[in-house]
């Protein structure tokens, strides 16, 4: 059958060429003409639509091209059964039937809901108080250098290996070199290639609770066996609980600053914590991920410099000292392992940026780094100071953790409260308030707020406690969403 063209119009908007073939493929997809019939031929389509036959034979000759047409020789061209846009829409039978076949993993993996930012975000530093100016100028110097637009090393950029080597050493007594520094794209990735180190699905693997999300996640990804020990006290994990993970390949630990609770494990206790763990060949994985701001003494040696250097896995970032945007994070660990950990990370990530990496090199080498640190120190503890004031005053019966170090607050009630709906209402009004219990995978149940300082002024503190003590009484003692 050869079809009439009948009702047929160009849309006027671009050439020739292009309005006919925009006005034939609309036609084909919406199935205008029966499959398997005959175009009119050519010399018809030009004289009805007064256009050249050299315009109308290279249009067929595309819809041919691209599936739409099969040419028949002598008789022109026919209309496929089934175009190839038509078969991809998730309306068309056979393929939808297959797609609810298949089976995706995810892990338990869900993806964090709201806003990716907003007003007192935990792990967000001060953004307005860093120097972006000197850090542009430092970019410039480096943004048209040949050198850093190739192939990096797979343990990064070394001067910042050696920068960070002098850094570590002085402020948290890490014992390393640039040989045993590995540079990855942020601390999660850090994470990740520590988890893939060292274990293997189903291994037997060991983290705090309450702890960090994202951590349990990477270790969802490796497909370990994850256990928790308490880490709510005030002296961050129980040791006396250690005797429960026999077996373990590795336990994941912030012994500077327990995440979240703000627990600070006193020398007595790592060092019997690294005494186990040695008897138990059991690698440590230390998550030193802001230590720089402690306000309450100086603090205690690094877990990685107690043991040697031997049996710990040291991680940092400066997502929380610069700014999160640059991802930018560190493994510290023997050297006999960085083979293998440079491996998974090339094989995970491939190259790390080297124009950020020579900047965050020359901000530390020129002493900026030293100076900006000691800045927001200050600047940290009198915001959180402030805020501690606020809670006693607007909150008398919340029970404040993470009091001396860090940049966030983690609040407790003597009772019950729904966090993950009270959070849910703040982030309507521009919070980024986490709930505590979204950081809590095993044992007693608790509520709570985990509160960010850094990235807010005083002004926006006092209304968020406001806000805060206003709306705590209507979430009071209806339990926790699940």
């Known amino acids: 059958m050869r079809i009439e063209l009948g009702s047929f119009f160009l849309s006027g908007q671009g050439t020739l060429q292009q309005q006919l073939y ?28 007064n256009l050249s036959r050299n315009t109308i034979n290279q249009v067929l000759q595309q819809l041919v091209a691209e599936g739409y047409l099969q040419g028949q020789p002598g008789r022109g061209y026919q209309i496929v059964s089934t175009a190839p846009d038509q078969f991809f829409q998730a309306s068309s039978g056979p393929f939808k039937a297959a797609e609810t076949e ?21 792990g967000v530093p ?25 192939m990096a090393d797979v343990m990064g950029y070394l001067p910042l290996r050696q920068a960070l080597k002098d850094y570590l050493r002085q402020s948290r007594q890490v014992l390393c070199d640039e040989d045993s520094i590995l540079i990855t794209p942020g601390a999660q990735a850090a994470l990740f290639v520590a988890a893939k180190l060292v274990s293997k699905a189903g291994d037997k693997v060991a983290m705090e609770s309450p702890g960090y999300p994202r951590l349990r996640q990477a270790l969802q990804l490796s497909e370990a066996d994850i256990h928790y020990i308490d880490a709510s006290s005030d002296q961050g994990i129980a040791t006396s609980a250690l005797h429960q993970l026999q077996g373990c390949k590795a336990l994941f630990v912030t012994p500077a600053h327990q ?27 230390e998550d030193d991920y802001d230590s720089e701001f402690q306000f309450k003494h100086r603090p205690i040696a690094s877990l990685q410099g107690l043991a040697q250097g031997q049996g710990v896995i040291y991680v940092g970032s400066f997502s929380k000292t610069l ?9 510290v660990l023997p050297q006999q392992w960085m083979p293998k950990a440079a491996a998974l990370l090339q094989a995970l990530y491939g190259d790390v940026a080297l124009v950020p990496q020579a900047v965050t090199a020359d901000f530390i080498l020129e002493g900026h780094f030293g100076r900006h640190l000691r800045k927001m120190r200050q600047l940290y503890q009198h915001k959180q100071q402030y805020c501690l004031n606020l809670i006693r005053e607007f909150l008398p019966d919340a029970i404040l953790h993470a009091r001396y170090a860090g940049l966030h607050l983690c609040i407790e009630f003597p009772y019950s409260i729904a966090d993950q709906q009270l959070t849910a209402e703040l982030v309507k009004r521009g919070y980024r308030i986490q709930p505590l219990s979204r950081y809590v995978f095993s044992g007693i149940k608790r509520t709570g707020l985990v509160i960010g300082l850094a990235h807010t002024t005083e002004q926006q503190l006092m209304v968020a406690v ?13 339990g926790t969403m699940e």
């Open 126 to 150: 001060d953004l307005a108080a860093f120097p972006f100016a000197l850090w542009q100028k430092l970019t410039q110097r480096h943004s048209g250098r040949a050198a850093l637009a190739g």
């Open 22 to 49: 925009q006005a034939l493929r609309e036609k084909l997809l919406t199935a205008q003409w029966p499959s398997s019939a005959l175009l009119p031929s050519s010399r018809q389509l030009a004289n009805e639509l």
């Open 466 to 478: 406001k806000l805060i003590a206003l709306l705590v009484p209507c979430y009071k003692d209806a």
């Open 323 to 331: 700014f999160p945007a640059l991802r930018l994070g560190y493994l």
């Open 259 to 285: 995440y979240p609770m703000g627990g600070i494990m006193p020398l007595t206790e790592r060092l019997q914590l690294l005494e186990w763990s040695r008897q138990q060949h059991c690698v440590l994985v």
């Open 102 to 122: 298949m089976e995706l993993f995810d892990y338990g993996i869900r993806l964090k809901s709201g806003p990716a930012s907003g007003l007192l975000q935990p």
